[in-house]
């Protein structure tokens, strides 16, 4: 065997085509022999460090990772962790990237592995959140349930979140994950059923701007990574009116307010504006974040869960250092619309984001648009 890895290691960047060296790792594993592609893996890493500008090594190491993750059983599990945790291999985002394929693949049983061996706590904690997305009970999970109750667990960044579901999260859009590839379904861009909004010429109370580049930052955490790896623009902006405002006049304050997004929008160019539970205004936001825009793969759903909340927070202005259930009665009380328009802004391509929170008072509209393009 370290024969056959060596060779494959020093003959690697000269490949055209590496779907034979999937095929060899593929067939080890079908006979049992889950040790192999944790061992050639780690020779590679060895060689070729993270391979950044090496499509052969990126190729074959995504395989070999994703082979072992998921394969169900114990044994391929405790092999994608020996792969993970080793000295030799590193990747940015790995840990988030791994919780996220063992949780879609494995027995939560199988995964008290990562929590009893040598995984790191960032490995850990991103797949405690992977769990709690897949409705895993993992305070009563053996294994999970010490951890993820522990000192560790609660002081991690993602200690914040619950350790389990809230009923604001319950249509979570999760990947779909195999040996070849993964897929997900994208929740957001113009939607076809919508009707245009009704604008009319009813006065709607004159508003102030109060965006400050701290809460535009924080509104947009879920988006984030559209306009930092890819093509994406964001436009969050926040308002406080002279006077309540009721849902049924959203359309035309959205119009009054001076939108980036919105401009050209009105009687010649469709705006669709409807109302949305506080759910999908999440599950919008968890995708977003989550599987990433046109050139990139997300923050995976641990850390898109946190995004998620952080702008659904900021939006619904919940003040800083609210707790996970505070953030969600205040979330609750907003009433939420989804929006789209036909103009230049938006890309209209299939990475289109409108989102408004109207406070149960009336008085405070923030407003929340992305785009983006391949």
């Known amino acids: 065997m370290a024969d056959q890895i060596q060779r494959i290691v020093t003959e690697l960047p000269d490949l055209k085509d590496v779907t034979g060296v999937w095929a060899i790792a593929d067939g080890r594993v079908a006979q049992g022999d889950a040790a192999f592609p944790a061992d050639l893996g780690i020779a590679l890493a060895r060689t070729y460090g993270s391979g950044e500008h090496m499509w052969q090594y990126r190729s074959v190491f995504d395989h070999l990772l994703r082979l072992l ?52 706590e960032e490995l850990r904690a991103c797949l405690v959140h992977e769990l709690v997305l897949r409705n895993v009970v993992v305070e009563e999970t053996p294994g999970i349930a010490d951890w993820a109750t522990s000192f560790h667990g609660s002081h991690h960044p993602l200690g914040w979140l619950p350790l389990t579901l809230s009923d604001v999260e319950g249509n979570a859009d999760l990947p779909s994950y195999s040996i070849r590839g993964s897929s997900h379904s994208m929740p957001y861009g113009p939607s076809e059923s919508r009707e245009p909004a009704v604008v009319g010429d009813a006065r709607v109370p004159s508003a102030k701007e109060t965006t400050t580049p701290s809460l535009a930052t924080a509104m947009s955490k879920a988006v984030a990574n559209w306009a930092d790896e890819s093509n994406g623009r964001i436009e969050a902006r926040v308002f406080d009116l002279s006077a309540p405002l009721d849902a049924e006049s959203v359309p035309n304050a959205l119009l009054a307010l001076g939108l980036k997004c919105l401009q050209g929008a009105g009687r010649e160019t469709a705006l669709s504006v409807t109302v949305v539970p506080p759910a999908q205004a999440w599950r919008v936001l968890f995708a977003a974040a989550s599987t990433g825009g046109a050139y990139n793969h997300g923050s995976y759903g641990a850390y898109g869960r946190l995004s998620a909340w952080q702008s659904l927070a900021a939006l619904a202005g919940s003040p800083e250092g609210a707790t996970a259930d505070e953030v969600a009665a205040r979330v609750r009380d ?23 929170a109207l406070a149960r008072n009336g008085r405070r509209l923030a407003v929340l648009a992305a785009t983006d393009t391949d």
């Open 69 to 120: 993750a998921t394969t169900a059983g114990p044994e391929n599990v405790a092999q994608a962790l020996r792969l993970v945790t080793s000295a030799e291999v590193a990747g940015k985002n790995l840990d988030r990237y791994t919780a996220s394929l063992l949780a879609s693949h494995h027995k939560a049983t199988d995964l008290a592995a990562v929590f009893t061996g040598p995984a790191s």
């Open 334 to 356: 907003c009433v939420w619309h989804g929006f789209d328009a036909d103009t230049q802004w938006f890309e209209q391509v299939a990475w289109d984001i409108g989102l408004v």
